[in-house]
């Protein structure tokens, strides 16, 4: 199985900042996702990100926001751009493995002030 | 279009007795289902799967769950809960046969599913 790990855990930010979160998986992977997660709540999907190409983005979301890179197979990161406290989430980075299998990393929980 | 519904938001069990947490689907090709376990503060851990084959799919933790094509549902189970098991579980969904950025999963709400002791 595909080991994923997320880079801050968690991290308290002021308004108006951004914030890049890294994500680092153990093998190669032929998708990834990064996901939005209210605590107790079901995922939002925010993007596909793609080997060396842009991002593809779902309803809602927009590359200015939430600028993604995935420069190779293993590393994605994702910046939260100008926050607001509405950007105050858990942001989980997900990997679809060669098993067939969707693995997610632990998260970083996000706090705006 | 895929989704899932898992109907109980939540499910409270004794310890030691059965457990089921109830998910459907609909997809229009056929599916690929997963059942996901979230615990406090955690991301989310692959519990199992269905591609193919039995429709009784053996997990971790002493899981497993049932595919029945007929009622379109995939049912987690566990014979003896333990108190440990409490935890937020999600069903997800996704059509075999899509591709490119449509391979992505589709969560159903979670079911919170709590062990008394």
Partial sequence: SAVISQKPSRDICQRGTSLTIQCQVDSQVTMMFWYRQQPGQSLTLIATANQGSEATYESGFVIDKFPISRPNLTFSTLTVSNMSPEDSSIYLCSGWGLAETQYFGPGTRLLVL | ?117
């Fill in chain 2, 1 to 117: 279009a895929q989704s899932v519904a898992q109907p109980e938001d939540q499910v409270n069990v004794a310890e030691g007795n059965p457990l089921t947490v109830k998910c459907t689907y609909s997809v229009s090709g056929n599916p690929y289902l997963f059942w996901y376990v979230q615990y406090p503060n955690r991301g989310l851990q692959f519990l199992l799967k269905y591609i193919t084959g039995d429709n009784l799919v053996k997990g971790s933790y002493g899981f497993e769950a049932e595919f029945n094509k007929s009622q379109t549902s995939f049912h987690l189970k566990k014979p003896s809960a333990l108190v440990s098991d409490s935890a937020l579980y999600f069903c997800a969904v996704r059509d075999l046969r899509a591709s490119g950025s449509a391979r992505q999963l589709t969560f159903g709400s979670g079911t919170q599913l709590t062990v008394l002791p």
